[in-house]
């Protein structure tokens, strides 16, 4: 099967390679890993204006009507760039489960201003548990004359600062395994505490105490006690789009390290002349090169309606472990000056170590796998 970009596809990649080249900066990922700066919500306001968050709304929505190929396209820039923002949380997680599940007026109010930018969407469903372990969620929600006041704690939680909209996952008390998925407006809502926590890469994440929060009574994202299979597909579909961030991550170092290689001088040659050092690139570039063709595999899968299956777990298991490995090759191909804070081969490998314990780690994905072997 033939998993190269598409006419279309290939333009939304050149397109945003361009345009993140010149507005990602590397000085301002290095500041944000420090600390010393933070994730602007401004940024999001110009990734809307080149139409990214729209790619997957439907037309009469108001979006590009575009699929998940498309959205595989940038997101494979996307990671490559590391550039901050939550498209993959609004603009594929959340445009992707309200557009299946959402009821009518859900969709007519949230998926206009997703597309448009208006509106960021981010998932809350981890407790101390991550949510794809199955326990019942801690986080409580009850039935009141006229919504429902939701009260919990999740933890994980991305751009939650920023987000106007939250997935937020509680128990409504029908039983063992009970879970619901709620659309909470989160922006300044009465009873939302946020408190940011370090990360490596300086992502924003953040934990959430939800304090008696009020939604209304269609707020419910499905059906009542169903939400398991909304955070399995949340978990799978996330597993996707992180595995075409991380395939698109690793063929940037790939990219990085030949060009290193190639122009650095020892013992009077190139180091890329090295029979080890080419050993060196050439197991990174069939790394990186599995990693793209399993990532977009499991993408066609979801766009084919079947993301549940074992390719989202195979992309993901495949990224989880060869990223990190890649990585680590380009730092034994660059010597010294690759472990140094002005180098840019850091700032890959912090998000390689962070990337690979969301949306599935690999002894969940592995268990899945074996799990679909066994029948």
């Not at 993140?20 to 940024?43: I, M, N, Q």
Request: glycine share 10%.
């Amino acid at each position: 099967m033939d998993f190269s970009l598409s006419e279309t596809q290939e333009m939304i990649a050149s397109g945003a390679r361009e345009f993140l080249t010149e507005r990602v900066s590397k000085d301002a990922l290095r500041g944000t890993a420090a600390g010393d700066e933070e994730y602007s919500g401004s940024w999001w306001q110009e990734i809307a204006q080149l139409g990214w968050p729209s790619i997957l709304v439907p037309e009469e929505a108001g979006g590009a009507g575009l699929g998940i190929l498309e959205m595989g396209s940038l997101l494979e820039e996307w990671g490559a760039a590391l550039a901050p923002g939550p498209l993959l949380e609004t603009a594929l997680l959340g445009v992707s489960a309200i557009d299946r599940l959402g009821n009518s007026g859900q969709r007519q109010e949230y998926l206009p201003a997703l597309a448009a930018g208006e509106m960021v969407a981010t998932p809350a469903i981890h407790e101390e548990r991550p949510a794809w372990a199955r326990p019942t969620p801690e986080t409580s929600a009850r039935f009141t004359q006229g919504g429902w006041t939701i009260s919990g704690e999740k933890r994980f939680v991305p751009f939650a600062a920023d987000a106007d909209l939250m997935l937020v996952s509680a128990s409504t008390g029908q039983g063992e395994d009970d879970c619901t998925v709620f659309l909470v407006r989160s922006k300044n809502a009465a009873g939302l505490e946020l408190t940011p926590l370090q990360t490596s890469t300086g992502s924003p994440l953040y934990l959430a105490r939800l304090h008696d929060v009020e939604a209304p009574e269609d707020s419910v994202l499905g059906e009542v006690g169903k939400g398991r299979d909304v955070i399995e597909n949340l978990t799978l579909l996330g597993a996707v789009g992180r595995s075409l961030q991380m395939a698109g991550a690793a063929q940037r170092v790939v990219d990085l390290t030949v060009k290193y290689v190639s122009e650095r001088r020892q013992f009077g040659r190139p180091a890329g002349s090295f029979q080890a050092v080419q050993h060196h690139c050439a197991n990174m570039a069939i790394a990186a090169k599995s990693m793209t063709l399993l990532a977009r595999k499991a993408a066609w899968a979801a766009a084919e309606g079947s993301g549940s299956g074992p390719a989202a777990s195979f992309a993901k298991l495949k990224a989880n472990r060869e990223l990190p490995r890649v990585c680590s090759l380009a730092h034994q191909c660059h010597g010294a000056i690759g472990f140094t804070w002005e180098h840019d081969l850091h700032l890959f490998t912090r998000h390689a170590l962070q990337w690979r314990s969301e949306y599935g780690d690999t002894n969940y994905h592995r268990q899945r796998l074996m799990a679909a072997a066994a029948g």
